[in-house]
């Protein structure tokens, strides 16, 4: 048990929907990634946040969005849903901005139909 | 784009060999991160060796780092039917926010 916690787990939803993901840190982990992972993409990082601000951004979606609360919970919305956006989705926290180990939750798994 | 590159892509080998996987980066890194995966669960952290380390050992892992051919190779030793699992490198480069830059993963099978 890596300490981040993910949910929901599994997660069917249809075309043009919205969906949120929620990723709770491990305990005192500032930092939250974001991570899409596809059969044809591979792990492709989104974004991440540091204590409640964007610290970098990736190859995300402009119909995908995210936030950090003051709480460090981390929510991960994704709208106008495409057959192609089914993948797992991962959140990923770590204690400083860098140099640290990154820690990996469960997963969302995500299937649009 | 994919940072790191790992080879081979697929890997069988009997209980009890090592395994050896290798993994190709493209810029300056700050650190390097082994990750295993289970077929669709999440990914465990191994072990991360920093850009001034050049071996590191976990159990029956042991990692080395070559900064000068940005490379780098996870030898898993004795290994067992649990071991079966996709391997992954990921990267920190130096330049920008921390972002871990996965490669497209070595997917090993253990035979019994």
């Known amino acids: 048990d890596s300490g981040v916690t993910q949910t929901p787990k599994h997660l069917i939803t249809a075309t043009g929907q919205r969906v949120t993901l929620r990723c709770s840190p491990r305990?005192?982990?500032?930092?939250v990634y974001w991570y899409q992972q596809s059969l044809d993409q591979g792990l492709q990082f989104l974004i991440q946040?540091?204590?409640?601000?964007?610290?970098a951004k990736g190859n995300i979606l402009e119909r995908f969005s995210a936030q950090q609360f003051p709480d460090l919970h981390s929510e991960l919305n994704l709208s106008s849903l495409e057959l192609g956006d089914s993948a797992l989705y991962f959140c990923?926290?770590?204690?400083?901005?860098?140099?640290?180990?990154?820690?990996f939750g469960e997963g969302s798994w995500l299937t649009v139909v | 784009s994919q940072q790191g590159e790992e080879d081979p892509q697929a890997l069988s080998i009997q209980e009890g060999e090592n395994a050896t996987m290798n993994c190709s980066y493209k810029?300056?890194?700050?650190?390097l991160q082994w990750y295993r995966q289970n077929s669709g669960r999440g990914l465990v952290h191994l072990i991360l060796?920093?850009?001034?380390?050049r071996e590191k050992h976990s159990g029956r892992l042991r990692v080395t780092l070559d900064t000068s051919k940005k490379s780098s190779s996870l030898l898993i030793t004795a290994s067992r039917a649990a071991d079966t699992a996709s391997y992954f490198c990921?990267?920190?480069?130096?330049?920008?926010?921390?972002?871990?830059?996965f490669g497209q993963g070595t997917r090993l099978t253990i035979n019994p």
């Open positions: 990923a926290s770590t204690r400083a901005d860098r140099g640290n180990t990154i820690y």
């Open positions: 060796i920093r850009s001034n380390e």
């Open positions: 305990s005192g982990d500032l930092s």
């Open positions: 810029t300056s890194i700050n650190n």
């Open positions: 946040y540091y204590n409640g601000e964007e610290r």
């Open positions: 990921a990267t920190d480069s130096i330049q920008g926010a921390q972002k871990l830059v």
